[in-house]
Each structure stands twice: as structure tokens, then as C-alpha cells.
């Protein structure tokens, strides 16, 4: 059963951290693209960061470059989303996906392009 687990959500004031993880089981994960998504009431699912299958390039939403970082452990099956500076706006569902296709260098941004999201974890800034 192929499966992703979202965690690390969480109330938050302005200014604060919260680092999220992706539990991935087997080869969903080691041999594809990760990304991170999030998706506010209301609103569209909007693209935040991405992570080719060796961690060697990352991608970043312009609303969080600077202040968001996106990393994996292999051996862990699991990818993780460090989050720093956090705003009010930031306030979101967050979700993990998996790329459909295999690709050593593409991060797509599209939210279609992506399978096997799990159920988000919840992340809330007060001002």
C-alpha cells in the first residue's frame, strides 16, 4: 500500500519555526521528486518547495524562498520541511506528493503532477 504520513503541525506564533515531516513508504519515495504543497481555505493548492530523488536541487514558492527549507533522508524515507520567519499567511493544510514520472531534475510546480498525498498536517500563525 503505497503511503505518505504528514506531521509536524501545529499553532505557531508570528516569527516562529515549525519543521514538518513525510513518512514515505518504499519506492514511492527514493527514486522520485518530492514536494510540498498547502492549501488554505478557500483557496487553490499552491506549490511551496521541491526536492529531486538525490536532494540535489530544491525549488522554492517565492512567498517562502529565504525562509523555508526542504530536505530528505533517504535511509529515513522521509522528507522534511523546515519552516522559519513564519507569517500569519502562512496559515495552511499542508501537504507532501509524490512526482508522477521519474526524473532526476525536474521539480514541477503543478499540483496534477503529483500522487499519493497523504491526509496534511495542519499549520496556524497567530499575529
Known amino acids: 500500500q503505497v503511503q505518505l504520513v504528514e506531521s509536524g503541525g501545529g499553532l505557531v506564533q508570528a516569527g516562529g519555526s515549525l519543521r514538518l515531516s513525510c513518512a514515505a513508504s518504499?519506492?514511492?519515495?527514493?527514486?522520485?521528486?518530492m514536494g510540498w504543497f498547502r492549501q488554505a481555505p478557500g483557496k487553490e493548492r499552491e506549490f511551496v518547495a521541491g526536492i529531486t530523488k538525490t536532494g540535489g536541487r530544491t525549488d522554492y514558492g517565492d512567498s517562502v524562498k529565504g525562509r523555508f527549507t526542504v530536505s530528505r533522508d533517504t535511509a529515513k524515507n522521509t522528507v522534511y520541511l523546515q519552516m522559519d520567519s513564519l507569517k500569519p499567511e502562512d496559515t495552511a493544510v499542508y501537504y507532501c506528493?509524490?512526482?508522477?514520472?521519474?526524473?532526476?531534475?525536474?521539480?514541477?510546480?503543478?499540483?496534477?503532477?503529483?500522487?499519493?498525498w497523504g491526509q496534511g498536517t495542519q499549520v496556524t500563525v497567530s499575529s
Open positions: 506528493g509524490r512526482y508522477l514520472f521519474y526524473s532526476e531534475t525536474t521539480i514541477p510546480r503543478a499540483p496534477n503532477l503529483y500522487a499519493y
Open positions: 518504499g519506492r514511492i519515495f527514493s527514486d522520485y521528486t
